[in-house]
């Protein structure tokens, strides 16, 4: 656990947990982020399967919640893998979000049991040559429907067949190199349709730790090869609270996130919209366990 200058009483949680490695650091989290990250992993989770999630984000995979996660890395090992790549998964209330009154301790999912159904896309990354792993990246999500815009144009109904045809997760992430190809022209053609900047929602959450692993920045992407596993996991985070303007405000006069708190300063203008509103639109789906992600392709099973 890596404390970055709390003020909520986390210390004096960790420290009371003998299971719990605590480390302190004052140091501005923007710049730190990664290096934090690869050298604790480096000094002390080297050939461990680790697990990195933040704590607003819970990992959902296959066999889950059957199957316990050591038994699952078991699982990959044996068969070869060294990694699991996952989508990102924004949950959120069907009320709105300043009625959603968390309770300490709950869980997350009695309070935010809804994600955006049909709206991700599968992209393969061009420029890839630093951060090889992985090949293709997921975009969409109620974060990008809400939050980024940059739009030159309205999608029209050849760029919605487009993105079905051609960008869905339904597609295989590898493919054929004409796949691909068409791949790329599909997108050249939607493209202005599409925020300029949208987030990534895929991460690389679970692996085979080898010292000198790199990420760029987050877990989206790493350095050198790994194995990626054919199936997907998930991780469904956790933001959209009653609580949650409080700390995009925060979160924007630190500017400690990506592009200074760019993200979080798009939150705090649509605050009084979606305090109202909510997130919810009629491509909401309430989640129902792991199959209600494998009906929609947003994980893969063997």
Known sequence: MIDNASADGTASICQKDSTVTYLYSDQPYREFKSVWRHVIAD??????WVLFVDFDELIVYPGWPHVALPDYC???SGA????????MIDMYPHSPI????????????????????GNYRLLHR????????????VHGGARERLFFSGRKRNANLLDRWFLRRFLSLQQSPMGENADRILRRIAFSFVRGALPSRPPWMSKIPLLFWRKGTRFSGGVHALKPSYDL???????????YFDDFFDKADEAALREQHTNYGAQYKR??????????????FDGSVRFDGFDSLVSRQMVRVR
Request: with cysteine; hydrophobic share 45%; glycine share 6%.
């Open 98 to 117: 300043d009625k959603c009154r968390y309770m300490p301790g709950s869980p997350f999912l009695e309070y935010a049991p809804f994600f955006d159904g």
């Open 267 to 280: 939150y705090r203008a649509l605050r009084a919209e979606l305090a109202c509103a909510g997130l919810s």
């Open 74 to 76: 078991a699982e990959l």
């Open 43 to 48: 000094a002390l989770l080297e050939n461990c």
């Open 126 to 137: 061009r420029q890839k040559s630093e951060y090889p792993v992985p090949a293709f990246v």
């Open 229 to 239: 596993a054919r199936e997907w996991g998930a991780l469904l985070h956790f933001k």
């Open 80 to 87: 070869g893998f060294d990694a699991l790549f996952a989508t």
